[in-house]
């Protein structure tokens, strides 16, 4: 494959790493740009780990209630520009689609779309998103969906303006502490709630990485085994949710936090607009961070 000027820049972005480092790293995998990456992550060059291949995708994020607050529904609805995704009828259209996905019984997006905007109008969703770039003039899609249902605990919802949105069942607890933690999720967003939610690919794939890394120093496998250890620990710390520092006091962590309030959290869910795919380079975890010190 051949090697663009323009791949070797979207790799030098989400990595940090200079150019011929970059370049080398894509010839080594043909083009294979995750593979670039992960590969460079293993010899340290890379100075971010994340995804962030950007391209357009502006939007809302939108959270909706049934009455006594048992269900939850939210719903990302991307269109081009800010611009558009302030603008009344995009909401408005976001806002009815929340609320569809929070009545209706919608496996994925795809069946969503077929189905009726608004009860007892025939026009779909996918009409209604039609007719809405027509007028607007931008492409607009609804890229994903969660519902949430109670067990024994309580549904609380926090939104980042419109581009983070976290849904989190509380069970203990009030609804002071229930906003905060949403708020903590909406600034750290972690990847579960504990360290057995952990996905074990995920694991495998950060073990690998970190024991490359150690094996750099040339130390012994006994020393290795221990810097891996660490690091490991470090990870699941960071981002579990329990294991994290609370943002509002960082001398205690979630799960010390909920223990002292006798509570727990049964689930969560946090979308942020164009994650994976976004373009601009705010960081709008870091501004909730800032408000929750506040």
């Not at 780990?49 to 994020?61: L, N, Q, S, Y």
């Not at 067990?151 to 607890?173: A, D, F, K």
């Not at 002292?260 to 795919?277: H, K, M, N, T, Y």
């Amino acid at each position: 494959m051949a090697i663009t000027a323009s791949l070797v820049k979207e790799l030098r972005e989400r990595t940090g790493a200079g150019m011929m480092e970059c370049k080398k790293a894509l010839v080594e995998t043909n083009g294979d740009i995750e593979a670039a990456i992960e590969q460079m992550r293993k010899s340290g060059q890379a100075k971010a780990a994340k995804k962030a291949g950007r391209t357009a995708a502006e939007g809302v994020i939108v959270v909706s209630f049934n009455a006594d607050n048992t269900r939850a529904a939210m719903v990302e609805v991307n269109c081009e520009t800010d611009f558009v995704a302030k603008e009344d009828n995009f909401i408005s259209f976001a806002t009815a689609v929340s609320d569809l996905v929070l009545d209706g019984g919608a496996e994925d997006v795809d069946a969503l779309m077929q189905q009726p905007l608004h009860d007892g109008e025939d026009t779909t969703v996918n009409q209604a998103r039609e007719a809405l770039i027509s007028k607007l003039g931008e492409n607009m899609n609804v890229r994903r969906f969660a519902r949430l249902q109670t067990g024994q605990g309580r549904l609380t919802s926090y939104t980042h303006g419109v581009r983070i949105g976290v849904v989190i069942e509380l069970v203990g607890g009030d609804d002071e502490l229930a906003k905060d933690l949403a708020m903590h999720i909406a600034a750290t967003n972690p990847v579960c709630v504990s360290a057995a939610q952990m996905p074990q690919d995920l694991l495998d794939k950060e073990r690998e990485i970190f024991v490359a890394q150690a094996k750099e120093s040339g130390k012994p496998d006994n020393i290795i085994e221990k810097m891996v250890s660490g690091r490991m620990n470090k990870f699941l710390a960071e981002n579990t949710l329990l294991g994290q520092a609370f943002v509002k006091d960082t001398d205690t962590t979630v799960e010390k936090l909920l223990k002292s309030r006798d509570a727990s959290v049964a689930q969560f869910q946090r979308f942020e607009v164009g994650e994976g795919i976004e373009k601009k380079k705010e960081n709008f975890a870091e501004e909730v961070r800032a408000q929750a010190k506040i």
